[in-house]
């Protein structure tokens, strides 16, 4: 969706977005319940996700299947192997060597839209950009003001409007782009 502001080959050489500190758990990619059911058994990545229902507000849970029709998180705290705070752990799904493994359908649209995040500011719906992208920089292009201005802002907003567990609360010093 970013392509003419963020090529592909800036992100492969970066994956800043693809790892976490235990800091930034709050930016792992949330995905919709039919890829947590997907992901969440043998798949034709040869990776099984474990994940954490978002909102069980949203769920319709069992105790045999608490995954099963919820939204989900990647739960990646147990893979940390240190006590450092600056440890950064790996989206389950990143290849070292390739980039993500997996397919439009089933790549989080969180990630599809790194580094804008829907973001919730005094109970009003904001597009920010996510200062910490390397290749992007802390402060938006024109290129990319117009290009959310220009009908990808409107994406973001119609599919938080069918997914709401995508939308985040804002942070300061994430600029406000729409």
Not at 93 to 112: A, V
Request: glycine share 6%; aromatic share 8%.
């Amino acid at each position: 969706m970013l392509s003419s502001v963020l090529s592909k080959s800036q992100c492969a050489a970066c994956k800043f977005c693809c790892s976490f500190r235990r800091q930034s758990l709050w930016e792992t990619p949330l995905f919709p319940p039919e890829v947590v059911e997907k992901l969440s058994k043998p798949n034709e990545y040869g990776v099984v996700g474990v994940f954490r229902a978002v909102d069980n507000l949203r769920c319709n849970n069992t105790v045999d299947e608490p995954q099963k029709n919820c939204a989900g998180r990647l739960v990646l705290e147990n893979n940390y192997r240190t006590d450092d705070p600056e440890e950064e752990v790996p989206c389950t799904f990143l290849d070292p060597q390739k980039g993500c493994i997996l397919k439009g359908e089933d790549k989080p649209f969180d990630c599809s839209i790194w580094p804008l995040r829907i973001m919730n500011k005094d109970g009003k719906l904001v597009i920010a950009l996510t200062p910490t992208c390397s290749a992007i920089g802390a402060v938006p292009s024109q290129a990319l003001v117009e290009l959310v201005q220009n009908g990808l802002g409107e994406k973001i907003f119609e599919y938080a409007k069918t997914h709401p567990y995508i939308v985040k609360e804002y942070k300061e010093g994430f600029p406000i782009i729409l």
